[in-house]
C-alpha cells in the first residue's frame, strides 16, 4: 500500500494572537485547498492544550471549525515527537482503512508565559525523580553537551556553527519565528541557559499550527517508511549517553521499511531542540560517523548547498518550536523539498528524505523517510 | 541505600523499578554504601516553578558504573572528576565532597 502526501499548510510560526483551534484551522485549511480533498479522518496533535490552555476534547473543536463535523478524529500525544507520530499512525490508520485522503493536524501555543512557567510545563515530559532534582529540558541536554565534547573532543564552536546555520536557513523560511542571521558574537554575549547551553542553542518557544493531507492517490511525494522508538525516561537509566538509542532503533526501523540504507538520504530534518541534538541526531541517523557531526558542520557539509543539507528549514532553533507541531513540520519541509516546492531553500537532484523528531529527553522519538514517487 | 538490580539482565539502577525497563524480568534491591565519580555538571539558571535559581545538577558513576543524577551545591565544592558521597533525603540525591564530610 502505497501514502502519498498531498497538500499542507502552516500558521506561521512565532508569536500569534490567535488561539490554538484557530490556528489549526488555518494551516488545516490551507492543506485542504492545496490538497484539493476532503478529508475522511482527522488525526490532531497538541501538547499543552489541556494543562497550559485548559482546552480539551480538541478534535471536534478543529471538526466544527473547518466545516467537517461528522469526520472520524482523534488526538496523540508523544510530548515533542507528537507532530511526527501523527503521521505515521495517520498513514497506518489510511492503510488499514476504506478511506482515500486523510488530514493530520498540530497545532501549540506556547508564548505569552512567565518562562518559568513553561520551563515547568515542559520538564513534565521528565521522571519523576528528575523533576524532584529540579532538572529541566536544557540541564539535562546540557549534561549531554558536556559529554559529547568531551567524548569527542568537540569544541564549542561546533554548536555555535549549527544555530548560525540553521537560522541562516531560517531567513529562507515564510513561516519561519527567527528571520535573521547571527554571528558568533551574538551566540557569545547571550545569556547562559544551563551550561554550556546559551540561549542561542536552544529552540524558542513558538506558537504555530501545521497540517498536512495524506492520500492512497498517487502524488510526487510518497511516504518511504517509518519508525519509532521508546527509551528509559530516566536518563541515568541508558546504557550510555553516546547517541539516543530511541532514534537509532527508529532509524533501523525506518530504513528497513524503505528497504534503504542511509547513504541513499540526500536531505535531513532533524529536532535540534538544543544544538548539540543536531549532532547526535545526524550520528544515530548514521548520515555522519560517530562523534563525526560536529565536523561535518563546521565544514559546512550540512549548509543548504553542501553534501547532505541538515535543517534546511531553519530547524527547530530558526523555524520555531511549537512543541507537538515540529515534527509534522519536518515532514512538510521534506515533502515541499523532494516536491520541488522549497522555493528559496530548495535543494535539487533530492531522491530521498529523512525527518527525525524527539518526543521528552529522547523518550518516545519517531524517523519518517519521504521519497519521490516514480 | 537501595541499588536496584534486575534479575535477568545487567539493567541496574538507583531510581525504584519493580520491573526491568529492558527486558521486563522482576527487580531486587541490595543496600550499599555509596561514593561516586562526578562525570558531568552543570548550572541551570532558568528553573521550573518551586526552585530558586541557580541549581546545580550532576551525574555521579559509581565504582561499578551506576549513574545517579543529584543536585551539588551552589559553589566549587564539587567539580567534574571529583569524587563525592552521595546521600539520599526525602527523594532527592544530593553530592558532597568526599574531602569534607568528616
Given at each position: 500500500m502505497s501514502i502519498y502526501i498531498r497538500g499542507s499548510g502552516a500558521h506561521p510560526f512565532g508569536?500569534?494572537?490567535?488561539?490554538?483551534?484557530?490556528?489549526?484551522?488555518e494551516a488545516a485549511t490551507y492543506a485542504i485547498e492545496n490538497g484539493n480533498r476532503k478529508p475522511e479522518f482527522l488525526f490532531v496533535g497538541s501538547m499543552l492544550d489541556n494543562n497550559l490552555h485548559g482546552v480539551a476534547n480538541i478534535v471536534p473543536k478543529i471538526a466544527d471549525a473547518i466545516g467537517l463535523?461528522?469526520?472520524?478524529?482523534?488526538?496523540?500525544?508523544?510530548?515533542?515527537?507528537?507532530?511526527?507520530?501523527?503521521?505515521?499512525?495517520?498513514?497506518?490508520?489510511?492503510?488499514?482503512?476504506?478511506?482515500?485522503?486523510?488530514?493530520?493536524?498540530?497545532?501549540?501555543?506556547?508564548?505569552?508565559?512567565d518562562g518559568s512557567?513553561?520551563?515547568?510545563?515542559?520538564?513534565?515530559?521528565?521522571?519523576?525523580?528528575?523533576?524532584?532534582?529540579?532538572?529541566?529540558?536544557?540541564?539535562?541536554?546540557?549534561?549531554?553537551?558536556?559529554?559529547?565534547?568531551?567524548?569527542?573532543?568537540?569544541?564549542?564552536?561546533?554548536?555555535?556553527?549549527?544555530?548560525?546555520?540553521?537560522?541562516?536557513?531560517?531567513?529562507?523560511?515564510?513561516?519561519?519565528?527567527f528571520k535573521k542571521e547571527i554571528t558568533m558574537k551574538d551566540i557569545m554575549e547571550s545569556r547562559v541557559v544551563a551550561d554550556p547551553l546559551r540561549v542561542y542553542d536552544c529552540a524558542?518557544?513558538?506558537d504555530g499550527?501545521?497540517?498536512?493531507?495524506?492520500?492512497?492517490e498517487k502524488t510526487d511525494v510518497e511516504l518511504a517508511g517509518f519508525g519509532g522508538a521508546t527509551d528509559t525516561v530516566n536518563l541515568v537509566d541508558r546504557d550510555n549517553l553516546d547517541g539516543f538509542r530511541a532514534t537509532q532503533i527508529a532509524a533501523k526501523r525506518a530504513y528497513d521499511m524503505a528497504k534503504i540504507n542511509s547513504h541513499k538520504i540526500s536531505i535531513a530534518e532533524i529536532h535540534d531542540a538544543f544544538t548539540p541534538f543536531e549532532l547526535i541526531g545526524m550520528e544515530d541517523l548514521n548520515i555522519a560517523e560517530r562523534?563525526?557531526?560536529?565536523?561535518?558542520?563546521?565544514?559546512?557539509?550540512?549548509?543548504?548547498?553542501g553534501r547532505i543539507p541538515v535543517n534546511g528549514s531553519g530547524g527547530l532553533k530558526a523555524r520555531g518550536h511549537p512543541v507537538s507541531v515540529s515534527g509534522l513540520a519536518q515532514i512538510m519541509e521534506i515533502s515541499l523539498q523532494l516536491s520541488g516546492m522549497a522555493e528559496k531553500r530548495q535543494v535539487d537532484?533530492?531522491?530521498?528524505?529523512?525527518?527525525?523528531?524527539?518526543?521528552?529527553?529522547?523518550?518516545?522519538?519517531?524517523?519518517?523517510i519521504l521519497r519521490r514517487s516514480d | 541505600m537501595i541499588q536496584f538490580y534486575c534479575t535477568k539482565c545487567d539493567f541496574k539502577s538507583i531510581v525504584e523499578h519493580f520491573h526491568c525497563p529492558y527486558c521486563g524480568s522482576p527487580i531486587i534491591g541490595k543496600e550499599v554504601d555509596y561514593t561516586g565519580r562526578i562525570s558531568n555538571i552543570t548550572t541551570i539558571y532558568t528553573v521550573p516553578e518551586g526552585f530558586k535559581a541557580p541549581v546545580r545538577i550532576a551525574?555521579?558513576?559509581?565504582s561499578n558504573n551506576l549513574r545517579v543524577l543529584g543536585n551539588v551545591p551552589d559553589d566549587d565544592s564539587v567539580k567534574e572528576n571529583d569524587e563525592v558521597y552521595i546521600t539520599k533525603k526525602e527523594g532527592r540525591f544530593y553530592f558532597t565532597p568526599v574531602h569534607t564530610k568528616y
Open positions: 508569536k500569534s494572537k490567535k488561539d490554538v483551534i484557530t490556528m489549526a484551522a463535523n461528522g469526520i472520524y478524529g482523534m488526538k496523540i500525544d508523544t510530548a515533542s515527537s507528537t507532530g511526527a507520530a501523527l503521521f505515521q499512525i495517520a498513514a497506518q490508520y489510511l492503510a488499514a482503512s476504506n478511506c482515500t485522503t486523510g488530514l493530520v493536524i498540530a497545532s501549540e501555543r506556547m508564548t505569552g508565559y512557567k513553561i520551563t515547568s510545563m515542559l520538564a513534565q515530559v521528565l521522571s519523576y525523580d528528575e523533576q524532584l532534582h529540579g532538572a529541566t529540558m536544557p540541564g539535562l541536554a546540557a549534561l549531554i553537551a558536556k559529554d559529547y565534547m568531551k567524548r569527542y573532543n568537540a569544541p564549542y564552536d561546533a554548536f555555535s556553527a549549527v544555530a548560525i546555520k540553521n537560522h541562516r536557513n531560517g531567513l529562507l523560511n515564510p513561516i519561519a519565528h524558542p518557544v513558538s499550527a501545521v497540517a498536512v493531507m495524506i492520500s492512497k562523534g563525526n557531526a560536529w565536523k561535518m558542520v563546521l565544514k559546512d557539509e550540512t549548509a543548504l548547498n537532484n533530492l531522491s530521498y528524505g529523512i525527518a527525525q523528531s524527539t518526543g521528552g529527553l529522547a523518550s518516545n522519538n519517531f524517523v519518517t | 551525574i555521579a558513576v559509581t
